[in-house]
């Protein structure tokens, strides 16, 4: 049972253009939405983050977006860049559950140069 | 700026054999998950620490894994009789707990497992 879904496996964008990576989850309980970028044979770094009483937050070049009644977010990169290339998890947490962390599959980003 | 730190970050063993890892969190941090990825996937939950309780343990993880936190303040994540199945990157997270609004999990580099 995926409770969290990256639908799309890969992406590619031309520098200097939007990336949109999405996101969908099926538990309502969620209520602490995560995204994190990771390399080969590395932990994840943590991006960005949102809580399910916003429906935006924006750092720097990242932003994420909530659409609670749709269950779904999305991180928009602009402009993205060469060094962006990598794979993009996201994670929903609750505290009913602990805050144990369930991520997506990921999406690899390929920014072209 | 001292993150979280695994060790060792890589381990190559021969099935049957026992493998232990060691995980420092971010030191003000009271919680330290392990989480296990396996090519293709994203990370999977295994336990967590509050302190040095530990209050919940995936079904992921079989009686052959045994996970500990004394003092709470390092941790843990021991494997007997390896299996193959058990290759994966082990990876710890750690995050300042329950009380904080928004309570994000940093990860540490991770261990890679094969099992020969």
């Known amino acids: 049972d995926q409770q969290v879904k990256q639908n799309s496996p890969s992406l590619s964008v031309q520098e200097g253009r939007i990336s949109i990576l999405n996101c969908d989850y099926t538990?309502?309980?969620?209520?602490?939405f995560l995204w994190y970028k990771k390399y080969p044979a590395e932990g994840p770094t943590f991006l960005i983050s949102?809580?399910?009483?916003?429906d935006k937050n924006e750092d720097g070049r990242f932003t994420v977006f909530l659409n609670k009644s749709a269950k779904h977010l999305s991180l928009h990169i602009v402009p993205s860049q060469p060094g962006d290339s990598a794979v993009y998890f996201c994670?929903?947490?609750?505290?009913?559950?602990?805050?144990?962390?369930?991520f997506g599959a990921g999406t690899i980003l390929r920014v072209k140069s | 700026d001292t993150g979280v730190s695994q060790d060792p970050r890589h381990k190559i063993t021969k099935r049957g054999q026992n493998v232990t890892f060691r995980c420092d969190p971010i030191s003000e941090h009271n919680r330290l998950y392990w989480y296990r990825q396996t090519l293709g996937q994203g990370p999977e939950f295994l336990t967590y620490f509050q302190n040095e309780a530990q209050l919940e343990k995936s079904r992921l993880l079989s009686d052959r894994f045994s996970a500990e936190r004394p003092k709470g303040s390092f941790s843990t994540l021991e494997i007997q009789r390896t299996e193959q199945g058990d290759s994966a990157m082990y990876l710890c997270?750690?995050?300042?707990?329950?009380?904080?609004?928004?309570?994000?999990?940093?990860f540490g580099p991770g261990t890679r497992l094969t099992v020969l």
């Open positions: 994670a929903a947490s609750s505290g009913q559950y602990g805050n144990k962390l369930v």
């Open positions: 997270a750690s995050s300042l707990g329950p009380g904080t609004s928004t309570d994000t999990q940093y």
């Open positions: 538990n309502s309980m969620f209520d602490y």
């Open positions: 949102i809580s399910s009483i916003k």
